[in-house]
């Protein structure tokens, strides 16, 4: 029985980790997602579950916190918000390059700099190319409502353990804050150490008789171990492209144009849609649900329908380069997005669309 | 400094409006700042005013200075940047304890060791403030707040022992609401030479309001602290007859004229003195056992940072024979293409 409920996407996060039976949250005060570990303390998880539940004493102790939790084979996460996230980078290059699963949740706010806490969409570049140093990628996912905030949260995990690779939940302020019904699943028990030992033998559990000695480390100072390691792991993001892109269609059947948008911006999209078919523009909409692996495929089909898209976007026009990418010139692409804080409207997209796209 | 100039406090404040909430122990430390600034005499272009992130690192925007409003945890190692850079600036750090104590933990010991002649003002009101209440690591062990619903089980830092422990050369404290001895130790730590630190006991209103009343409130602040001045008596109390004096290893607080205690017992204040251990007992003193410690507790003349590298050029330069440019373009590993 899955349980309903009224709450926030940042107390969503923190449910359904409890409930997915999460090992670990590590984790540092930020505006607007100080609420995820506000409401793991108040749950008390420990006396439960015995999920553990730490405030570190910054952003960087948290990404390593993780880092050595997922090195035991926990499933553990932390969350932040955009500055916090931006310190948590040389983390996440170490535990894609350790192949180690974990999850963060960014609940991004407007940059650059300390810029400010009101939502933006402005770290996708550093969500879906790496973030960090080297040729690695995070799974992104790009909630656009509480109840994904929550259901993300397994599925993250999920796939950080498929892959062995860190998975980001890309959120932002308004999902984070706003409040909505959502539908949390039952609790689920904790692996146990023997489940670990038997489905993860690269995680630390201590070293038996006869094991193999198993030393977690990115480093390979030998080149060309090295560029083997960098192989096999384009080869996993290659399956990754290949099996986990996930989207949303909404009224494409007959679209002549369409928006491309995710998170709070896909939300204020539907009402552009209606909005803009009022007037008789027949406009849908691709929502990547997946950031990185990008729709690419998807978007490939429609540029042999539509007439042209618009990427709507918190941010000055990032994910709008990886739709250019993906049509490849076959239909005009624009971009259109308020930015540094400030939400556009549904008719100051629907406008746009109209004078970018339509217009010419 | 200039010694010519007639200043007022006010010639320090930016014309924004102060947004501290209402009945914030950082307007009084704001205030102190400002007035120990036009007693220095040094003028507003020659101040730069650095700040972290939190409710304190506010502070630029209201100071008639140089300000910088820089990253969380960083403004020790942004104000390093700052005053090496350009020596002749007065540098101000202001920060929190979260902001130099938690995220910044390793730039303030790092400042302190190298010894940069900054002004550290700690605002220390042991919650975060900004994000709303969360526990801090100067919270007491137990302390209920948003992220320790049924108490912390972490011991908190005492920046005292820390700073002392970072190898502090000047280390003060302060209460918000104590305008005069806060001016005071604030100017005592701008002419001391190299990094002074300054611990002020700050009131958070909203979020950990009266955290530091048991001693600072009027009625008991006299028996529960005691102000530290160089060369004096370490006496205490509203009637001024209670002392500090070592009992073995450890310091004891005694009533003079009882226990056969005398004023000549009565331990008087070496704030010069280098040896660290009786500054670290008098940094720690915590009530109820002992009244906590204010005023200048150790202040040492040491080589700050920019002394050091200054004495190091002349000695290099003393034992060099390289005196021109051709010279040195001729030192080292020369040869002739042919």
């Known amino acids: 029985m899955r349980e309903l409920k009224l709450m926030k996407g940042n107390e969503a996060i923190a449910h359904a980790a409890i409930r997915c039976g999460a090992d670990g949250y590590f984790g540092y005060p930020i505006t607007p997602q100080s609420e995820v570990m506000e409401t793991l303390m108040a749950e008390r998880p420990w006396e439960s579950t015995g999920m553990?539940?730490?405030?570190?004493?910054?952003?960087?102790?948290?990404?390593?916190?993780?880092?050595?939790?997922?090195?035991?084979?926990?499933?553990?996460?932390?969350?932040?918000?955009?500055?916090?996230v931006s310190l948590m980078q040389e983390g996440l290059t170490y535990l894609a390059g350790s192949e180690l699963p974990c999850v963060i949740v960014n609940v991004v706010?407007?940059?650059?700099?300390?810029?400010?806490?009101?939502?933006?969409?402005?770290?996708?570049?550093?969500?879906?190319?790496?973030?960090?140093?080297?040729?690695?990628?995070?799974?992104?996912?790009?909630?656009?409502?509480?109840?994904?905030?929550?259901?993300?949260?397994?599925?993250s995990f999920d796939l950080a353990f498929k892959y062995r690779n860190p998975v980001m939940i890309l959120s932002d302020g308004a999902i984070g804050q706003?409040?909505?019904?959502?539908?949390?699943?039952?609790?689920?028990?904790?692996?146990?150490?023997?489940?670990?030992?038997?489905?993860?033998?690269?995680?630390?559990?201590?070293?038996?008789?006869?094991?193999?000695?198993?030393?977690?480390?990115?480093?390979?100072?030998?080149?060309?171990?090295?560029?083997?390691?960098?192989?096999?792991?384009?080869?996993?993001?290659?399956?990754?492209?290949?099996?986990?892109?996930?989207?949303?269609k909404i009224m494409c059947d007959d679209a002549d144009y369409i928006f491309v948008a995710y998170g709070s911006s896909a939300r204020i999209c539907q009402k552009s849609i209606e909005i803009a078919r009022a007037k008789g523009i027949k406009v849908g909409m691709l929502r990547p649900i997946t950031l990185y692996p990008f729709p690419v495929k998807e978007l490939q089909e429609l540029a042999k329908q539509v007439k042209g898209m618009l990427s709507v976007e918190l941010s000055a026009g990032q994910m709008v380069e990886d739709v250019r990418l993906a049509v490849n010139g076959k239909v005009p692409v624009e971009h259109y997005g308020r930015f540094g804080g400030i939400m556009h409207s549904p008719g100051e997209v629907v406008e746009a669309l109209e004078q970018k796209i339509i217009g010419e | 400094m200039s010694e010519h100039c007639e200043l007022k406090y006010t010639d320090f404040k930016s014309d924004l409006?102060?947004?501290?909430?209402?009945?914030?122990?950082?307007?009084?430390?704001?205030?102190?700042?400002?007035?120990?600034?036009?007693?220095?005499?040094?003028?507003?272009?020659?101040?730069?005013?650095?700040?972290?992130?939190?409710?304190?690192?506010r502070f630029p925007y209201y100071m008639n200075t140089y300000g910088f409003h820089t990253i969380h945890g960083r403004a020790a190692a942004v104000a390093s940047g700052v005053k090496v850079a350009n020596p002749n600036l007065h540098v101000w750090q202001i920060t929190g304890d979260g902001d130099a104590l938690a995220i910044g933990g390793n730039h303030f010991i790092h400042l302190i060791r190298r010894n940069i002649d900054i002004n550290v003002i700690l605002f220390n009101n042991q919650i975060y403030g900004l994000t709303k209440g969360q526990y801090s690591p100067t919270s007491k062990r137990g302390f209920i707040s948003k992220t320790s619903p049924f108490g912390t089980v972490e011991d908190p830092f005492r920046p005292g022992e820390l700073a002392l422990g970072a190898r502090s050369q000047f280390f003060a404290r302060t209460v918000d609401k104590e305008l005069k001895l806060s001016i005071e130790v604030m100017q005592e730590a701008a002419k001391h030479k190299g990094t002074s630190?300054?611990?002020?006991?700050?009131?958070?209103?909203?979020?950990?309001?009266?955290?530091?009343?048991?001693?600072?409130?009027?009625?008991?602040?006299?028996?529960?602290?005691?102000?530290?001045?160089?060369?004096?008596?370490?006496?205490?109390?509203?009637?001024?007859?209670?002392?500090?004096?070592?009992?073995?290893?450890?310091?004891?607080?005694?009533?003079?004229?009882?226990?056969?205690?005398?004023?000549?017992?009565?331990?008087?204040?070496?704030?010069?003195?280098?040896?660290?251990?009786?500054?670290?007992?008098?940094?720690?003193?915590?009530?109820?056992?002992?009244?906590?410690?204010?005023?200048?507790?150790?202040?040492?003349?040491?080589?700050?940072?920019?002394?050091?590298?200054?004495?190091?050029?002349?000695e290099v330069q003393a034992q060099t024979n390289i005196s021109s440019f051709e010279e040195l373009v001729n030192a080292g590993d020369v040869w002739e293409v042919k």
């Open chain 1, 52 to 84: 553990v539940v730490l405030q570190a004493e910054s952003e960087i102790a948290s990404i390593n916190m993780v880092y050595g939790g997922a090195g035991c084979g926990k499933r553990v996460l932390t969350s932040s918000s955009s500055p916090g």
């Open chain 1, 109 to 155: 706010r407007g940059g650059p700099g300390l810029g400010t806490i009101q939502p933006a969409q402005s770290d996708y570049f550093q969500s879906v190319k790496g973030g960090g140093h080297g040729d690695y990628k995070l799974i992104t996912l790009a909630p656009a409502s509480v109840q994904e905030m929550a259901d993300f949260v397994e599925l």
């Open chain 1, 178 to 248: 706003m409040m909505e019904k959502v539908e949390l699943d039952e609790f689920k028990p904790r692996w146990t150490d023997e489940y670990i030992e038997q489905n993860h033998k690269w995680a630390t559990m201590g070293k038996k008789k006869g094991d193999e000695r198993s030393v977690i480390t990115s480093v390979q100072l030998d080149a060309s171990v090295q560029e083997d390691f960098n192989h096999k792991l384009q080869a996993k993001y290659r399956e990754v492209e290949e099996n986990e892109v996930r989207f949303e």
């Open chain 2, 17 to 57: 409006s102060v947004r501290w909430c209402p009945g914030c122990g950082d307007h009084a430390i704001l205030n102190a700042v400002q007035k120990a600034m036009a007693n220095l005499k040094v003028l507003p272009h020659e101040v730069a005013v650095i700040s972290g992130i939190g409710c304190s690192s």
């Open chain 2, 197 to 314: 630190i300054v611990e002020v006991l700050q009131n958070c209103v909203i979020y950990n309001d009266k955290t530091h009343e048991a001693i600072t409130d009027k009625k008991h602040k006299a028996d529960r602290t005691i102000v530290l001045h160089h060369g004096e008596k370490m006496v205490f109390g509203a009637n001024k007859d209670k002392g500090l004096v070592l009992d073995g290893m450890d310091i004891k607080a005694v009533t003079i004229g009882e226990d056969g205690y005398t004023l000549e017992d009565i331990l008087v204040h070496d704030a010069e003195s280098y040896h660290v251990s009786m500054h670290r007992k008098l940094a720690n003193m915590d009530y109820p056992e002992l009244p906590v410690a204010l005023g200048v507790i150790r202040s040492v003349e040491g080589l700050s940072y920019d002394q050091s590298v200054e004495l190091q050029l002349k």
